[in-house]
């Protein structure tokens, strides 16, 4: 038996990141699956300093040097590869956000792009700015690669300080794992939304897309126009009568499918289906319809979030009793 060449044995530390291997390996006691260097990275990664492993640690998410690796991708530096075939809505990476240059281990900030940047420039190229997060930095995260046409997604769950890694379509083993770093399929967002993601990637990451990439793709673009004149009926909601709320919910509907034939991102659809949860329990007779919004709504919410984050507790407290929500019958005629 030669344990020299043996590579299913080489691990990286899930939490400092160092490579390991043989006996240096120690994996947690619980899953088996997470690697780490010593008993105190274990300690910080079950804990808020590291990836809060003690809530994920039953839910199977993905493991480095398991199910997928980093490794040289041409002409992109070094990018995230699947190891192995990865199914559509697999968690694929739980990595933790930093919110500042400072709280960023050197080592780690110092190993990222671009190569002969300051450390205030390689926090800068790297964070992944949100709405909801602010600015946040997750080392791993950073490996990953821009693509048009994504076969992954990413989402910031702001009170676990996570960020969520989830396959979007069966990824093939060897196969490049890519996200958008700003979504501009998002079909959510109005048009001004799409140039103004376009036109950051292009300044912040020179990504210059060739002629013939999905982003350009004309039919594409019309299906996110017509789904975002769908999409604006939806705010006007001043009137609660049942024929209204059911025509309303109608346009939902088309929303969601317009989603779904453009590739159905978990994250695009959990709106529409929350939209169609509020805008069915204003009226007591359309209470009912709710069901199959909130039902959807957290299966999608399972898939892309965490069980334990606050938005998907407050999902459930919705589906528990409607009655939770403030839209609950707000005005019975
Ligand atoms: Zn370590
Ligand atoms: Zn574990
Ligand atoms: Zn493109």
Redesign the pocket.
């Known amino acids: 038996m030669d344990i020299n060449t043996d590579n299913q044995n080489k691990r990286h530390c899930a939490f400092c990141l160092k490579e390991i291997q043989g006996n240096e390996i120690k994996r947690?006691?619980?899953?088996?699956?997470?690697a780490y260097c010593s008993r105190e990275c274990q300690v910080d990664d079950w804990s808020g300093k590291g990836q809060n492993?003690k809530l994920?640690?039953d839910e199977r998410v993905c493991e480095e040097d398991i199910d997928w690796d980093i490794r040289i991708a041409e002409g992109k530096g070094l990018g995230l590869f699947a190891k192995r075939d990865i199914p559509r809505y697999t968690k694929i990476l739980v990595d933790k956000g930093y919110h500042s240059r400072k709280e960023v281990p050197q080592p780690l900030l110092e190993s990222l792009m671009p190569h002969s940047g300051s450390l205030a420039a390689k926090w800068d190229f790297n964070n992944m700015y949100s709405s909801e997060g602010g600015e946040n930095l997750g080392v791993r995260v950073s490996r990953l690669n821009h693509d048009c046409n994504n076969n992954a997604t990413f989402k910031y769950i702001p009170d676990l300080k996570v960020f969520i890694i989830v396959s979007i379509v069966d990824i093939a083993k060897d196969q490049e794992i890519t996200i958008q770093y700003q979504s501009f399929n998002d079909v959510s967002k109005d048009a001004k939304y799409r140039n103004v993601r376009l036109m950051i990637l292009n300044e912040k990451w020179g990504i210059k897309c060739q002629a013939d990439c999905v982003c350009r793709d004309k039919a594409v673009r019309l299906r996110i126009e017509k789904a975002h004149q769908v999409d604006k009926v939806i705010p006007s909601l001043l009137k609660f009568a049942e024929n209204d709320i059911k025509a309303k919910l109608k346009v939902i509907d088309d929303n969601i499918e317009v989603i779904q034939e453009l590739g159905g991102c978990p994250i695009s659809l959990i709106r529409p289906y929350y939209d169609g949860f509020q805008i069915a329990i204003l009226n007591q007779k359309t209470v009912p319809l709710s069901t199959k919004y909130i039902d959807k709504l957290i299966e999608y919410s399972e898939i892309i979030n965490s069980k334990h984050s606050e938005e998907h507790k407050t999902f459930l407290k919705y589906k528990e009793n409607p009655r939770n929500h403030r839209n609950y019958c707000l005005k019975n005629i």
């Open positions: 947690c006691g619980k899953c088996q699956a997470r492993h994920w640690c």
